[in-house]
């Protein structure tokens, strides 16, 4: 079947279009760069242009054999998700093979020390109490942190799920409103989070679970504060601040993350990325004894990531294995 050029042209830029939406625009600009480094080593190793789309393998191992020794595997990986990405875009072929996977298992084992991450640490239970003590909680912007900080501790969020990343990259259409909070679902006020667009259920969003706790870290207060402070109305992102004049500013990872790391450091405290709220709220709950299987469900873990991320493992497992004689009556003969 052949298409007219006036509609094969349209179908083209259609298609070109939803393609892009199939990466977040985050995960587009890391992709960019990738094409660029590998751009780069073409042009310092003299390949032709007609040689550089669609690459061969032995471009593609070339390439890993290049890069290894002086970054971690998982760097390298994803440099061939950005030149996958190129070659889908452009509708091009590409080319792996299962000399190009055992390159890469050579290039994780050629790790250097420098750039081997330790596993990030756990935001804890008492960053959370100096960020209460530490915020001036009547400032529009601060009220706002807090509350972020809490929901996204308390409910194993991920900060992508409730923030936009930068300023550049705002996405109303993926952050959560005022609207998407429900009204509370207990006595105690705990409350349902509708997210818009997650890492996993994609546009299709999912639900998340703020429960009420006690003290300073208590993320329904921090909520109502937040809420009452910045006078939100139901069609504004939920994590926004009143700038004056009636006027908002949705809250950017970046903002939240640097306002976060000006006070833990000032206590000694290293700087923490996004990840690590998800990676403590996780920890804290099941140190307190809140059944594993329940923690799974409520952080919509998967299996392998769920056992991944835990922390203080020599807290957890004391609370599920310890002293099993005293309730654990029966044996193998």
Known sequence: ???????????????????????????????????????????????????????????????????????S?????????????????????????????????????????????????????????????????????????LATATTAFWAQARLGELLSPSAKYFDPSRIPRLANLDKASTSAGSRKLHLPATKVAGPRGEDIYICKQNGR??????????????SLTADLPLFSYDIGDGRHLALTRTKFLNRCNEIWTRQGWPRLTGHCFRIGGTTELLVAGVPPDVVKAMGRWSSDSFLRYWRSLELIAPKYVERLSKTHTHSLP
């Open 73 to 145: 595997g998982s760097s390298i990986r994803s440099h061939l998700s950005g030149l996958k990405r190129w070659h889908i875009l452009a509708n091009m072929p590409y080319t792996s093979s299962p000399r190009l996977s055992y390159l890469l298992r050579g290039a994780d084992n050629m790790t250097p020390g420098s750039s081997r991450r330790a596993p990030r640490p756990p935001v804890t239970l008492a960053m959370i109490r100096v960020l209460h003590d530490s915020l001036d909680l009547q400032n529009s912007l601060d009220a706002c942190v």
């Open 1 to 71: 079947m052949s298409f007219p050029p006036s509609l094969l042209h349209a179908a083209s830029a259609k298609i070109s279009e939803v393609l892009e939406n199939a990466w977040a625009p985050s995960t587009r600009a890391k992709y960019d760069n990738s094409v660029t480094l590998y751009l780069h080593w073409c042009n310092s190793e003299g390949l032709p242009s007609d040689k550089r789309l669609p690459a061969s393998e032995i471009t593609l191992c070339a390439f890993v054999a290049h890069l290894a020794g002086t970054m």
């Open 217 to 230: 870290s208590d993320p329904i207060t921090a909520l109502a504060r937040h809420i009452s402070r910045n």
